[in-house]
């Protein structure tokens, strides 16, 4: 039941980035270039929607807060995400949005595909001899977050922000205009 689930959302998901445009690398292009901030609209939108459901269904249990997963912070995340943002750039895709234009019938995502598994693989071949290294140790500053939550939900002021912030990023997709002028 957990992969359908997974599927079944991650079909969802696809079907909502090609429905806003992110399959399609040219939108991704222009919005990355400040040409035109639709998709831009549609991320911050998003995003705001998303928190103001989880601030809403934590707390009558519809959504498990053990599924939030803040990643430790250090130099090895800040280069991988370096890494890939100078991958989306490039190739005006990110895996998600290169998966949901595969589906719409781009075979150049598959060299992008591709490309990305391959990395992905040769980094889990060195995975163990970076982490012996102790490149990863550098600049560890821990899990960072903007607030506190004490390790689960429980604090006021993590969950209200997390309200504020998602209410703020509605404001901001309100705000940005449709299409460029």
Same mark, same amino acid.
């Given at each position: ?5 997974a ?34 609209? #549609? ?84 995975h ?25 939900y ?26 460029? #002028?």
């Amino acid at each position: 039941m957990t992969i359908f689930l997974a599927l079944l959302l991650g079909g969802f998901f696809g079907f909502a980035l090609h429905r806003a445009g992110a399959s399609h690398g040219d939108n991704i292009l222009r919005m990355l270039t400040f040409r035109d901030p639709y998709l831009a609209k #549609a991320i911050f939108f998003a995003i705001g929607v998303t928190s103001l459901f989880a601030w809403i269904a934590v707390p009558i249990g519809l959504l498990d807060p053990g599924h939030f997963s803040v990643k430790a912070t250090h130099l090895g995340v800040l280069v991988g995400g370096l890494i890939f943002g100078v991958g989306f750039a490039l190739a005006a895709y990110c895996p998600g949005t290169a998966l949901a234009a595969l589906g719409r019938g781009r075979p150049d995502t598959l060299i992008y595909i591709g490309g990305g598994l391959a990395g992905a693989f040769a980094y889990m071949l060195v995975h163990e001899t970076v982490v012996n290294s102790g490149l990863l140790a550098r600049w560890d500053l821990g899990k960072l977050t903007l607030a506190d939550t004490g390790g689960g939900y429980e604090a006021l002021s993590g969950a209200w922000l997390m309200a504020v912030a998602g209410i703020a990023m509605m404001i901001v997709a309100a705000l940005l205009p449709r299409r460029q #002028a």
